[in-house]
């Protein structure tokens, strides 16, 4: 049975910086999307930025790129999300998502929560001064 371990989050001040782990328990293969998502109250959940393990493909969503990294570590089967400069309009639950699906691990990943076949079960970030 495959699960998501989450780790990271928190309150921090605007320009702070937080990190995102999120680890992929169980997991057997070798092709996959791992991520985040990210939804606030009232809105819709957003792709914020993903990575594919074959080549490394990633997606960010505008509005963090050149702010967040993301890193992948197959032998590990995890990710990582090293937020900087943050501002109050990143704040929101964050949710690690993965997509096990062999032919999406190609690719440059997908930003739609429906292509994602897991999750975990979402961690707060507060960016508040």
């Known amino acids: 049975q495959l699960h998501l371990v989450e780790s990271g989050g928190g309150l921090v001040q605007p320009g702070g910086s937080l990190t995102l782990s999120c680890a992929a328990s169980g997991l057997t293969s070798d092709y996959y999307v791992i991520g985040w998502f990210r939804q606030a109250p009232g809105q819709e959940r957003e792709g914020v930025s993903l990575i594919a393990s074959k080549y490394g493909h990633t997606y960010y969503v505008d509005s963090v790129r050149g702010r967040f990294i993301i890193s992948g570590d197959k032998s590990k089967k995890m990710a990582v999300l090293q937020m900087n400069s943050l501002k109050p309009e990143d704040a929101g639950v964050y949710y690690c998502?993965?997509?096990?699906?062999?032919?999406?691990?190609?690719?440059?990943?997908?930003?739609?929560?429906?292509?994602?076949?897991?999750w975990g079960q979402g961690t707060q970030v507060t960016v508040s001064s």
């Open positions: 998502a993965i997509d096990t699906r062999w032919a999406s691990a190609w690719d440059t990943p997908s930003n739609l929560p429906e292509d994602y076949n897991y």
